[in-house]
């Protein structure tokens, strides 16, 4: 089976920095998209950035420009750095991993989440 296990979380002043890392342990098929999303208190969970296995990345218009994804594939493990942080980033991130293993068949692991807040 797969856990992701996110860091990196904490509480910081409106303006700074954070950077956000997610390891997987157990079998990831080579073939997936890694990301984060996000929830916030009374809102639905939306998708923050992903990446795909070739490097594709695609972001949420509230975070272009300030946060940067990225993978290691041969450690199993997607960051997220976070930089000019907005009180409205105030959420729990969560590390998602999902793709097609042996015979196509469909994986989704999320992780437990890390909670970020931006104080103003």
């Known amino acids: 089976q797969v856990q992701l296990v996110e860091s990196g979380g904490g509480l910081v002043q409106a303006g700074g920095s954070l950077r956000l890392s997610c390891a997987a342990s157990g079998s990831i098929f080579s073939s997936n998209t890694m990301g984060w999303y996000r929830q916030a208190p009374g809102k639905q969970r939306e998708l923050v950035a992903s990446?795909?296995?070739?490097?594709?990345?695609n972001y949420a218009d509230s975070v272009k420009g300030r946060f940067t994804i990225s993978r290691d594939n041969a450690k199993n493990t997607v960051s997220l750095q976070m930089n000019s942080l907005k009180p409205e980033d105030t959420a729990v991130y969560y590390c998602?991993?999902?793709?097609?293993?042996?015979?196509?068949?469909?994986?989704?692991?999320w992780g437990q989440g890390t909670q970020v807040t931006v104080s103003s």
């Open positions: 990446i795909g296995s070739g490097g594709t990345t």
């Open positions: 998602n991993v999902n793709g097609l293993g042996y015979a196509w068949r469909p994986y989704d692991f």
